[in-house]
């Protein structure tokens, strides 16, 4: 078995994973073919007139979409923003708080079971029987 394949609990490889450094998309977008390129550069300057027209429709909706189709196709989509607000997280804190709050639960449970308690070989609390 080939050991090139990014492994889940030591073992074999999951499906449909690829190798490191391996794209399941190499080539990318399918690129337009020429010929169907110029069939369609015939055409551009009907299209720009149906979008002049459609910009004159009573229709508020259809000469907005048309206007937004003008401009993105003269001046480029706009940059689309994003508000993220990102809190910092300690996250050795919050290890070490996940291990007080579990050290806490059993020595409460120790006390429960009167006296020392004993730990099972993952160090958790067992009670005397």
Request: hydrophobic letters at 35%; charged letters at 25%; glycine letters at 10%.
């Amino acid at each position: 078995m080939s050991t090139d394949y990014p492994k889940t609990n030591g073992t074999k490889p999951h499906r449909g994973q690829f190798k490191p450094g391996q794209s399941g998309n190499p080539g990318g977008r399918p690129k337009i073919p020429d010929e169907v390129k110029r069939a369609f550069e015939g055409h551009t300057m009907q299209a720009v007139r149906v979008l002049a027209k459609a910009m004159k429709d009573p229709d508020p909706r259809i000469r907005v979409t048309a206007a937004a189709h003008i401009l993105d196709r003269t001046l480029g989509k706009p940059a689309q923003t994003l508000n993220a607000k990102v809190d910092a997280f300690d996250l050795n804190a919050a290890h070490l708080e996940a291990l007080q709050t579990l050290n806490g639960a059993r020595q409460a449970s120790a006390a429960i079971l009167g006296g020392e308690a004993q730990e099972d070989d993952m160090g958790r609390a067992i009670g005397n029987a």
